[in-house]
């Protein structure tokens, strides 16, 4: 596709339910981030991935959340028995370029999932 | 990690105005982008700014790697500018480190 999606774009769970948020890169791009975003504050890096490889999940809030990517295109951010602190709008992004030595490259962000938990 | 802050935080502008947003960060980066939130939440790339000086439209923007600061200019403020304007860096292993944004409102 032409950008970054994500899905669903809204999402309501009740607390202790277990929620799928779904990232599709742009086509080709070998890096995918998350990010989570809190009302009234900039994003905040969960995870990395270069192709199928997670490389850094040091930002992930708890052993709750759980991300995979296993095909090295399509993402998912699976979390647990969700808390009311969980409430946040879920970021994916997508770049080009590998890490390393090489220029890191633009990212590029979907429109997000608001994951509203009760 | 690297911090990341940005002034002012709230801005707001009559149409036609100019204004300019900072950006200020704690250690090298390798890298700098600038976003527009729009009120629908979509972040939109506006710049990839490493350092100098980059003009799209009505926006430009400069980046002085070695003071570790970047600035963001609106000329001709519209009310489609209206929004967050975020800050974010690139530190080690890839991740970006934003700032807290820029609240900027356009009247007419």
């Known amino acids: 596709g032409a950008g970054v999606s994500q899905s669903p774009r809204y999402k309501v769970a009740k607390r202790g339910q277990d929620v799928a948020l779904r990232c599709d890169p742009i086509?080709?791009?070998?890096?995918l981030f998350w990010y989570q975003q809190a009302l009234g504050q900039g994003p905040e890096f969960l995870t990395y991935?270069?192709?199928?490889?997670?490389?850094?999940k040091s930002g992930l809030p708890s052993d709750r959340f759980f991300a995979e990517r296993p095909e090295g295109s399509v993402s998912t951010l699976k979390i647990q028995r969700t808390q009311q602190e969980d409430s946040a709008v879920y970021l994916c992004?997508?770049?080009?370029?590998?890490?390393?030595?090489?220029?890191?490259?633009?990212?590029?962000f979907g429109p997000g999932t608001r994951l509203t938990v009760l | 990690g690297i911090q990341v802050e940005q002034s002012p935080p709230d801005l707001i502008l009559q149409e036609g105005a100019n204004s300019t947003l900072r950006c200020n960060f704690s250690d090298s980066v390798n890298n700098l982008q600038w976003f527009h939130q729009n009120p629908w939440g979509q972040l939109i790339n506006l710049f990839y700014?490493?350092?100098g000086t980059k003009q799209n439209g009505r926006l430009s923007a400069t980046t002085v790697a070695t003071e570790r600061y970047s600035l963001l200019y609106i000329s001709s403020s519209q009310t489609t500018d209206s929004g967050v304007y975020f800050c974010?860096?690139?530190?080690?292993?890839?991740?970006?480190?934003f700032g807290k944004g820029n609240q900027v409102v356009v009247i007419p």
């Open positions: 991935f270069q192709n199928e490889a997670q490389l850094d």
């Open positions: 700014i490493p350092s």
């Open positions: 974010a860096v690139h530190g080690g292993n890839n991740r970006l480190a």
């Open positions: 992004a997508s770049s080009s370029r590998t890490s390393g030595i090489q220029r890191r490259d633009t990212q590029y």
């Open positions: 086509s080709g791009h070998v890096s």
